[in-house]
Structure formats: structure tokens, C-alpha cells
């Protein structure tokens, strides 16, 4: 199977940051669309992102829910912020997330706090939810700039 060559889900489009000399140039690429008020973020499966036993590493899937996670609750959030620190995440592995699977994200923002967003997630792979996580995203002071990534309500209209 060519993993890199099966397509990208219908109304996708890559996250321009996947690229570079940093973390995200190792695991992407990384897709968005826009679901009404929501961001979903998608992911093809490769053979890099899994494990011996040939299903998606358990850290990819907490990379991809951490991304979720933060773009997803500043998506959702009335302000516009930059940058977010990760300050706590949990998760829950439902089932596994098998080679050539499209793995898709959708984050709910509980409560938007001075300092902080509490969301949620749900890390479905074709259809059927294979991870939940929660995390805590910390807020700083005026907007950080993400470099390279354009404003996602723009980007994704």
C-alpha cells in the first residue's frame, strides 16, 4: 500500500507550518477544514507514525490530539490568540488507529478563563473514535504569532 499517495479527505487543506526545521516537519503533515464553528485537523497514517505492531504509535496520536487540542480551542474561542503552552493533557486510548488510516480531530472549548482554555477532544479514524483527551492551554498577554501558520478563520473560510 502507498500510504503517501491515498488522498486527503474531501474539504481538507494542509496546515501551511507542517514544513520547516522543527517538531511538526517529523510528524506532519497536518490538515484542516472548517466544520461550521469548528476546526478539525486531519492526519493520514504512514508507516513512520506507527509502531511495531503496524497501528499508530500511542505518541503520534498525542501529538495530533495536543495540536487538536490548542488550534481547536483557539479556533473556537472569541479572541484570537497566538502561541499556547500545553499545561496539562490527559488521554484515553479507545482502539487502535490502523496504517493508512485518515485520523481526524474535534475539539470542544469548555471554558475560557484570563489565563487559560479547557477543551476536549474526540480522535475518530475512519468514522470510529479511537482517543479522547482534555487539556488545559495556557494564555499569554498580547497575541503571539504562530510563524508561518496565517490566521486559521482566514485560511479556512
Not at 488522498?7 to 517529523?26: C, D, K, M, Q, Y
Not at 476546526?39 to 500511542?58: D, F, T
Not at 488550534?71 to 496504517?99: I, K
Request: proline letters at 6%; one cysteine or more; charged letters at 20%.
Amino acid at each position: 500500500m502507498n500510504v503517501q499517495a491515498e488522498a486527503v479527505a474531501t474539504g481538507f487543506i494542509e496546515l501551511p507550518f507542517a514544513g520547516g526545521e522543527h517538531f511538526l516537519s517529523l510528524t506532519g503533515p497536518l490538515y484542516a477544514k472548517r466544520d461550521g464553528d469548528k476546526l478539525v485537523l486531519g492526519l493520514r497514517i504512514e508507516k513512520r507514525h506507527c509502531n511495531i505492531a503496524g497501528i499508530c504509535h500511542g505518541g503520534m496520536l498525542m501529538t495530533f490530539a495536543d495540536m487538536q487540542l490548542g488550534l481547536g480551542a483557539r479556533f473556537g474561542a472569541e479572541e484570537e490568540f497566538g502561541f499556547m503552552p500545553t499545561v496539562s493533557m490527559t488521554a484515553d486510548f479507545l482502539a487502535p488507529a490502523p496504517l493508512g488510516a485518515w485520523v481526524e480531530g474535534r475539539t470542544d472549548l469548555l471554558r475560557a478563563t484570563r489565563n487559560f482554555l479547557f477543551c476536549q477532544c474526540i480522535v475518530s479514524s475512519n468514522g470510529a473514535p479511537v482517543m479522547r483527551a482534555s487539556g488545559i492551554m495556557k494564555l499569554g498577554g498580547a497575541p503571539i504569532p504562530i510563524k508561518g501558520l496565517p490566521n486559521l478563520r482566514t485560511l479556512l473560510k
